[in-house]
Nanobody
Framework: QVQLVESGGGLVQAGGSLRLSCAASKRTFSSYAMGWFRQAPGKERESVAGITWSGGITEYADSVKGRFTISRVNAKSTVYLQMNSLKPGDTAVYYC????????????????????WGQGTQVTVSS
């Protein structure tokens, strides 16, 4: 397993931007598929975005397409989530997740696909 530490959360007004970072502990980070998930109070954890080990393929939930961008820098063992045009509905705890095996298709959207998780970072968007 890989240890993950998220950062960059905070309070922002609607329409604003935040960039989340997730630092991984392993030098083999470049072999992992990475995902961002979020969980709002009283709701199930939902997928936000995913990226393959090379960064060549990205996946997004419909609710964030065109507003969020996932990227990674393998040399820094870090994955990012750039969030623009934030809405109050984006308020949640955001989690970084990693999976050593290849991820395909709808598996990107399932939390059970990913074997390693960070502790989460709170994002609050005020109206």
């Amino acid at each position: 397993q890989v240890q993950l530490v998220e950062s960059g959360g905070g309070l922002v007004q609607a329409g604003g931007s935040l960039r989340l970072s997730c630092a991984a502990s392993k030098r083999t980070f470049s072999s992992y598929a990475m995902g961002w998930f979020r969980q709002a109070p009283g709701k199930e954890r939902e997928s936000v975005a995913g990226i393959t080990w090379s960064g060549g393929i990205t996946e997004y939930a419909d609710s964030v397409k065109g507003r969020f961008t996932i990227s990674r820098v393998n040399a820094k063992s870090t994955v990012y989530l750039q969030m623009n045009s934030l809405k109050p509905g984006d308020t949640a705890v955001y989690y970084c997740a990693a999976e050593r095996s290849p991820v395909y298709g709808s598996s990107w959207y399932s939390p059970s696909t990913f074997g390693s998780w960070g502790q989460g970072t709170q994002v609050t968007v005020s109206s």
